[in-house]
């Protein structure tokens, strides 16, 4: 089975790129399943299982400078410009529904970067990588 997983509409303030993704039929309705029984789009599923796999990539497998680089992981000037915005239009409570998909994949996505730097971080103290 194919799916082709594209953001875009989502998320149009994030780069993408758009994969063609064969999966096993088993891997397929397993994700049919869960996309129903959550009320969630295929590709969102799909989304977050890659996601938690790289979240949950072994860092202390990484080579010294892999470490060092993800210890200086920030969000994009857009990304951070876009995330600014869509908290002050929360705090005043006008978003849109679309703004409020942006604002949560944005939240997500920084969560997401300050765990895997937190963990670099930790890797590379025990290296003796960082002080």
């Not at 089975?1 to 397993?30: G, K, S, Y």
């Not at 049919?32 to 860092?59: C, G, H, M, Y």
Request: charged share 25%.
């Amino acid at each position: 089975m194919r799916f082709i997983i594209d953001r875009d509409e989502l998320t149009p303030f994030l780069m993408t790129e758009q994969v063609t993704l064969a999966l096993p039929d088993a891997i397929a309705q397993q994700a049919k399943e869960i996309a129903s029984l959550t009320q969630r789009n295929l590709e969102d599923v799909l989304l977050q299982w890659v996601e938690d796999a790289i979240a949950n990539f072994p860092i202390e497998s990484l080579s010294n400078e892999r470490v060092l680089a993800l210890c200086d992981l920030q969000m994009d000037s857009q990304q951070q410009e876009q995330l600014s915005n869509l908290l002050a239009k929360n705090r005043e409570g006008e978003l849109s529904h679309s703004e409020q998909q942006q604002l949560e994949e944005l939240v997500r996505c920084y969560r997401q970067g300050a765990l895997q730097k937190a963990k670099a971080l930790k890797v590379a103290v025990e290296r003796g990588l960082r002080p």
